[in-house]
């Protein structure tokens, strides 16, 4: 299980960071709407601390997605006048206020898929818009390592400490900006704040995927158990991301 922990997410990391490098950072933001961190710690909590712990995680994973596209909405309004430092700091302030109140609120699962693609809808509004290139970004060695590094600690974090976050805050901060945050710094300090503001306009539209998929999970596993929820939510968001991709980057809109 150590092993998994260690490399699982460091690879996917990296799968997508390539993504980034060889088709731009909107599309290396949208493929970050993918489980690729908060997946995987939902399915380490399974295995170690119980389907039920799981499930109630990931309804509060759901809700955690609204504070996860603020941290998206923030960045990228005060990237396009400030420095990745501020933007950063304030973002994350941001997050933890409004995780904070989320997780004080129990909802079903439908209405919480509710709430955050009206939310994700709104942002996307008010975002000023941005011309979609595909502008390579390039990536060091050093840069790829802190991304997989970072990922790696939050999930090792999180099931470390599960017994004592209980279902609510470990679900929660399942949805932490481990990779969103990396990757605007790292956009936003070697290219621009507009290219950092492009990448996490992505990331936002992934997030529709994201949120599919724990709602599908939380639904789904009363008929069909955990795994075979996790499974079939999996097969959901990759339909979901493949559309997004269709539509958005062949179409160029």
């Known amino acids: 299980m150590i092993i998994a922990k260690l490399t699982l997410v460091p690879i996917i990391i990296l799968g997508l960071s390539l993504a980034g490098k060889r088709w731009g950072g909107f599309v290396s933001g949208i493929l970050s709407g993918l489980p690729v961190i908060a997946g995987p710690i939902t399915l380490f909590l399974a295995l170690e601390q119980g389907q039920g712990f799981a499930t109630a995680s ?8 609204l504070a996860l596209s603020s941290f998206c909405f923030i960045y990228g309004l ?21 995780a904070i109140l989320t997780s004080q609120l129990s909802l079903p699962p439908l209405l919480s898929m509710l709430l955050v693609t009206l939310l994700i809808a ?7 818009t941005i011309t979609h290139n595909t502008i390579t970004l390039s990536i060091t060695k050093n840069e790829l390592i802190v991304r997989m590094l970072a990922a790696m600690l939050l999930v ?10 209980g279902p609510t805050y470990s679900g929660t901060f399942a949805a932490f900006p481990v990779a969103a945050s990396v990757l605007a710094v790292f956009t936003h300090a070697t290219h ?12 936002t539209i992934g ?4 949120s599919s998929f724990y709602c599908s999970l939380v639904l789904l596993t009363n008929t069909l158990g955990f795994y ?11 339909c979901l991301q493949f559309s997004i991709y269709y539509f958005l980057i062949r179409r160029k809109m």
């Not at 709104?122 to 000023?128: A, C, E, V, Y």
Request: glycine share 6%; hydrophobic share 60%; aromatic share 12%.
């Open 207 to 210: 997030l529709l995927s994201l």
């Open 228 to 238: 075979s929820a996790f499974l079939a939510s999996l097969l959901l968001v990759l």
């Open 122 to 128: 709104i942002f996307l509004k008010l975002t000023p």
């Open 192 to 203: 621009s704040g507009a290219q950092a503001a492009l990448l996490l306009r992505g990331v």
């Open 78 to 98: 005060c990237a396009r006048k400030y420095g990745w430092l501020f933007s950063l700091t304030i973002s994350w302030i941001c997050y933890f206020i409004i």
């Open 58 to 65: 990931a309804n509060s994973t759901l809700l955690g997605i």
């Open 156 to 165: 090792m974090t999180i099931t470390k400490f599960a017994n004592s976050l």
